[in-house]
Nanobody
Framework: QMTLVESGGGLVQAGDSLRLICTAS????????MAWFRQAPGNVREFVSQ????????YYADSVKGRFTISRDNSKNTMSLQMSNLKPEDTAVYYC?????????????????????WGQGTQVTVSS
């Protein structure tokens, strides 16, 4: 069973940058698509970004495109989300997720139900 732990969240000002890191244990991430979701108070969980198993393709929500960059290091069992030019509307709990099964496609998976393994989340707060 895979365990995912997020780190790197915090309180920043609008325009600042943060880097979130997801560290996996229990099984390798190398064969699985992974993604970030976020949830703001009173809102549903929303897709942020996804990276395919080998990093061959990446997908982004329109709201973060051009500001966020997802990456992975399969040799270290980690995934990252570099967030730049942060806005108050980026304030949310950010979750690292893994598909939970081997998947070598380059398809996009943007629904929470597409992912079986979830981290506990890390809070990102952006003040104006």
């Amino acid at each position: 069973q895979m365990t995912l732990v997020e780190s790197g969240g915090g309180l920043v000002q609008a325009g600042d940058s943060l880097r979130l890191i997801c560290t996996a244990s229990g099984r390798p991430i190398a064969s699985q698509p992974m993604a970030w979701f976020r949830q703001a108070p009173g809102n549903v969980r929303e897709f942020v970004s996804q990276i395919t198993w080998n990093g061959g393709r990446t997908y982004y929500a329109d709201s973060v495109k051009g500001r966020f960059t997802i990456s992975r290091d399969n040799s270290k069992n980690t995934m990252s989300l570099q967030m730049s030019n942060l806005k108050p509307e980026d304030t949310a709990v950010y979750y690292c997720v893994s598909r939970g099964a081997d998947n070598y496609s380059q398809e996009d998976y943007v629904r929470p139900s597409d992912y079986a393994a979830w981290g506990q989340g890390t809070q990102v707060t952006v003040s104006s």
